[in-house]
């Protein structure tokens, strides 16, 4: 009997250690969260990232990719992570939110009315990911916290056309 407890005591203390430390993810990352850096600064950031995946492209579809890659990408100014219950809220400064339960896929449209699959969940390093997937690529935002109660947000934008994803990192800051 004392053989078959200990399974069960450690499994219940693996869950409940889970349960506390995904309700300590939400906290460190849930609210308002402000860019951290000038716009102009960002905006830099994410060209470089375009221009470095644009790079890896054939000479003839650079200028195009890293327009397309540029033009798609919008440094948001401010981003706002909410919870409740289950589901996650993120919205954009664009105006655009997603809200979806997390560890599950949902069937979203974007502002343009284009279908995806949009997931949330926690990673175990307690970043919270969110991954946008269309026909024609996908994007994900890592939210991870950092020193000093800020919020670093990695983008990754991948599509099975680019032979290297598109990546950068910014930093926010609590509103």
Do not use: C, K
Not at 53 to 75: E, H, K, P, Q, Y
Not at 81 to 110: E, I, K, N, Y
């Amino acid at each position: 009997m004392r053989v078959l407890l200990r399974p069960a005591v450690a499994s219940l203390v693996l869950l409940v250690a889970g349960s506390v430390s995904a309700q300590d993810g939400r906290a460190r990352v849930e609210g308002t969260w402000v860019l951290a850096q000038p716009v102009s600064q960002a905006e830099r950031v994410v060209d470089r990232a375009a221009e470095s995946a644009a790079n890896a492209m054939s000479f003839f579809i650079r200028a195009i990719a890293r327009s397309r890659l540029r033009d798609g990408t919008t440094v948001n100014r401010r981003i706002s992570l909410r919870f409740d219950g289950d589901d996650v809220t993120v919205r954009f400064s664009d105006g655009s939110a997603f809200t979806t339960p997390l560890g599950q896929t949902v069937r979203r449209r974007d502002q343009e009315g284009e279908s995806m699959n949009v997931t949330a969940r926690f990673r175990e390093d307690g970043s919270l990911e969110h991954v946008f997937q269309t026909e024609g690529g996908t994007r994900w935002y890592i939210f991870t916290p950092a020193a000093e109660g800020r919020l670093q947000v990695e983008v990754i934008t991948d599509s099975p056309r680019m032979p290297e994803a598109m990546r950068f990192t910014l930093q926010y800051r609590r509103r």
